[in-house]
């Protein structure tokens, strides 16, 4: 029998539009879900289920009385815990912060409450949204990474305890969870969902991005976490599903890239062009242009020196407390002449205008979103495959493609230009139609 919790956002929608499920239902579908398998995955910081509940059952009043928040009315969601919900603690994952109860909401979670979200709680966060390692384990193989820094978010929506969530990106922390739990991670063009409400790690990379079941799920809660107005819905409608969109032109990037994959990701990659190219896409050979030497240096260097800046005044008194990996960065970036942190802006604006070239010439770039499968969980996975275009703000989506020879997620990661958000979005729904994924752990 199907749980409630098994739909996709949008199904779940429908089915309360058309009086066939409750909010209640579906909320309490999600906490069962959590209280069977949270001892195991440990996706979630802190839970609020009273709170979720009581507004689940003032929605249902509401849906009976014909009065609809808007497009994410009665749904269940999870927010990384670096994103502030009012009246929910921030931890930011590490001692080294003052966790403290958020007296606003984020401006992305202003504009899910406003469209009917329900917050269940705060997923966890690797610390400070870097890349040290956490508790939280993979739902299809817990002696694997979720990927991080959103692990809890993808570990959540990938383990089915709600139907979507938020999580940033600074270098591959939501397109990397999104495709170790089987899931679509939407990174949007950079700004498009404002970091208000955000604590920042570097105001020139950071965005905010989104973890849901599918395509047509990812856009609707980036509809709304814009907060612009294009997610009312208060009419009780929901909008139409993304039209699909074929690709004329996939670009296919070799030399790093093929070189850094395990050759099973590299074959799986191939199986998916040809699925593409079978389908009548034309397959392009490209090539990275030549700023892109040396850019994972530049895109440290940047991250460094703006972390340093953010943490000016707490680190000196609390620096027992950051973890490894945050702690090397934070000497790194107090040493940093400011030479080498404008070089390494220059070079980011370089690569910028140069992959806009490249990225003129095909719809969008296909790549793996990870090089290899889930690893262990010392480490939250490599994220060399993403930095690119979130140092350079382009939008990316990864959509799930398939299961490696240990069962665990891959994904494919689809990259086009600028403000092309809409139009990406199209191409992964046709991508997510090809490749026909549709797993989640425990699905028999």
Known sequence: MTEPRDMTLYEAGQQMRQGKLTAEALLESCIARIEQRESQVHAWTNLYVDEALRSAREMDKDAAAGKWRGILHGIPAGIKDIIHVKGMITTAGTEAYEAHSAEADAHSVAGMCQAGAIMLGKTVSTSFAYRDARETRNPWNTAHTPGGSSSGSGAAVGDHMCLAALGTQTGGSTLRPGAFNGIVGFKPSFGEIPTGGVLELSWHMDHVGVLARDVDDARLIWRAARNDGSADGADGGLPPLVEARTPARVGRLRGYFETKCTPEVWRHLEAMLQLLADSGVSIVECEMPASYEGIYDSWQHI????SALN????????????PHHFNAMMEEGFSQSTLVYLQALRHR???KEDLAGLLSRVDAIMLPTA?????????????????PWTMTGYPA??????????GLPLGMQLVTGMGRDEEL????KYCQNLFGFDAFPGKS
């Open 425 to 428: 979005l199209r191409m992964g």
């Open 371 to 387: 090089p290899a499968p889930p690893p262990d969980p010392s480490t939250t996975g490599d994220a060399s495959f993403l930095s």
């Open 311 to 322: 943490h000016l005044e707490r680190y000196p008194a609390r620096k027992e407390l950051y």
């Open 349 to 351: 604006n370089q690569l």
């Open 303 to 306: 991250l460094a020196a703006e």
């Open 397 to 406: 989506i990864s959509v799930p493609s398939g299961l490696s020879g240990g």
